[in-house]
């Protein structure tokens, strides 16, 4: 099933949405920053975040892209964050691979709008808008254990559990490379 949401580049105008978003509780139960990627989702003030959000993409390149979720009449329903990691970085006993860049991200929707494919077909649209727009070579996502919703909507879009740890620090992490997507998504 393919549905009419668009996934775009956040715009200046998009921010009063998110920080909504950001403040539903049950859209955070179990989906606050992890692991503290972005910088600047708590500013109280959206001029500043902006700036911030813009000083950190212009750092980090389009590795690093707040993404918003709209349905075909331009609503803006979700979001999705992602950036690269480190050399180094380590979640557990996950560790990134060694000059392999790769990409850590999310996916939220407003709760009218769950349990109806959305959650899966926005998740493979930020799947290929990462694999297709970025150099990402190894995308991974954090579900919370307690977010069984979460895990299904991933392993839905091609991704795999990393299966060398249960959790860390309530998390899981599962992975999708270039070639998993390549196979799974036939670009
Ligand atoms: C996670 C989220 C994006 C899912 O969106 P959605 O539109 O409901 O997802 P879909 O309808 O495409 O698919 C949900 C799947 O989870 C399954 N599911 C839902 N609740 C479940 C539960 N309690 N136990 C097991 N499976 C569950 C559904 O049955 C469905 O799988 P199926 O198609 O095999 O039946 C949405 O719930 C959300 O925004 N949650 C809040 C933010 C969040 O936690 N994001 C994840 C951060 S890591």
Known sequence: MDSTILVTEMKKKDLPFLFDLW??????RYADEFPRLRGWS????????????????????????QLILRLGDEKPI???FFASLE??????????????????????????????????DGMRKVVRYVFSETACELFVVPPHRKNPAAQRVYEKAGFVIFTGMRSWRNHKIMEMSKEMYRKHYGD
């Not at 403040?23 to 955070?28: E, I, K, R, S």
């Open 42 to 65: 708590k500013s109280e003030d959206l001029n500043d975040a902006w700036k911030r959000y813009q000083e950190k993409r212009g750092k980090s390149g389009k590795e690093y892209t």
């Open 78 to 80: 979700g979001e999705s």
């Open 87 to 120: 050399e180094g970085a380590t979640f557990g006993k996950w560790r990134k691979p060694e000059r392999v860049i790769c990409v850590m991200g999310d996916i939220k929707l407003l709760p009218q709008y769950w349990g109806q494919g959305m959650g899966t």
């Open 23 to 28: 403040h539903t509780h049950d859209v955070m």
